[in-house]
DNA sequence: CTATGTGAATTTATTCACAGCA
DNA sequence: TGCTGTGAATAAATTCACATAG
């Protein structure tokens, strides 16, 4: 079945399965099992073997993955073989947090430039980015950011995407509630804490 | 196929219907279609009639569904008909994020309490709530909080996740890309913001 | 005549079970 | 013998099409 289609629900977990084959490629681990990588992830081992087989054949049959070469091809796929740079638009606490997130160094992404439309806080640097007008957002096209995250409140998210979208953004992190309308090619995930807490209650067991 | 087994693709997006509905109602609305929903939310029309049928006939013939009524069930199956009280661990930069977010409001939350290790921060007051010492988390008891927040950083989580069990949280939303393992009865939701961004790139067009 | 509700068809994803390779 | 890779079986979700109710 190799080279075929990746679903999209495998998609989903190429990023899981690369964390963990990064943090053993750190232990200086040279391969691993399907059955062990499950076990480390929580994720079942036929899912793991499956997975992995939609892109080709890696597995040695009695040893295991190698774990370099595994990393490699699924940051490949990701398209994360190359670093992204990414533009934030609203400096707010969520932009902020964004800003100082240490988590998306692993994945090779760097926060490049804030934008926020509050006057008060133009040329006021964030974690060594320094936060610009968000009127400047056109000269992205000269940087090489190819992706925006959108964390402003209320209801502006539309016209930062219409924005981000004019300066040749790819792909969109949205962490608005609002839904927001992009050209077909324009990828847009959107993360919303209050939705997401909002179904915890409907697994609680009440006893 | 009234009264079965709602799938967990549909639970998903109850909330989605929720917030609309919420917003229609604020427009003194007071019914709507399949259609008119769907070109509102961005969701198809079909999909939304069958996610409603799962729990019910609330829809009219002819003229659509009463909203009210509406709101009513849906908070009710996501047990949002009560308010709910959530603690907070861990108040850095994602912390007060947290604690300043207006958008918990609609869904009925309430952060009522924070907790941080760093002694310093005890005492402070962050939007209204005093930041305690993760010490005090077993106090929980005492207060109606069944939901946890888990926004340390690091390898913290898992021991956090103990605590907030052992304060007989229901709950938890984990901000934290560590894998957690609580008691099955434990529902736990995680967020992780990096990985969301990181299978962005695979979606963008090269051209 | 409009819009719901739902069986049936289709698509997608997960799970199983085992042949075959190192 | 241990572990991969994958067809086949199962389960789940989505889409369709239309009978039926107001």
Redesign the interface.
């Known amino acids: 079945m190799r080279y075929c289609k990746i679903p999209d629900e495998a998609?989903?977990r190429?990023?899981?399965y690369?964390?963990g084959l990064l943090f053993l490629s750190e232990q200086s681990k040279k391969s691993i099992s399907s059955q062990s990588l499950a076990d480390f992830?929580?994720i079942n081992s036929w899912l793991i073997r499956k997975d992995f087989s939609y892109f080709g054949d890696f597995g040695t049959p009695g040893v295991g993955y190698n774990i370099e070469k595994l990393i490699k091809h699924i940051k490949k796929?990701?398209?994360?073989h190359v670093g992204?740079k990414?533009a934030l638009v609203g400096t707010?606490?969520?932009g902020?947090?964004?800003?100082?997130?240490?988590?998306?160094r692993?994945?090779g992404?760097d926060v490049a430039a804030a934008f926020d439309s509050d006057p008060k806080k133009n040329g006021r640097k964030i974690n060594n980015v320094v936060v610009e007008n968000i009127s400047k957002l056109g000269r992205l096209k000269k940087g090489k950011i190819?992706?925006g995250?959108i964390a402003v409140?209320g209801d502006a998210a539309q016209e930062i995407a219409d924005a981000l979208v004019k300066a040749g953004i790819?792909?969109?992190?949205n962490f608005s509630?609002y839904?927001i309308?992009v050209p077909k090619?324009i990828?847009v995930?959107t993360?919303?804490?209050?939705?997401?807490?909002?179904?915890?209650?409907?697994?609680?067991?009440s006893n």
């Open positions: 998609v989903r190429l990023p899981i690369l964390r992830l929580g796929i990701l398209k994360l992204h990414v707010g606490n969520l902020r947090a964004v800003l100082a997130y240490p988590g998306f692993i994945y992404f190819d992706l995250i409140p790819k792909g969109i992190l509630p839904r309308i090619k990828k995930i993360i919303d804490i209050a939705m997401d807490l909002a179904r915890l209650p409907y697994y609680m067991r």
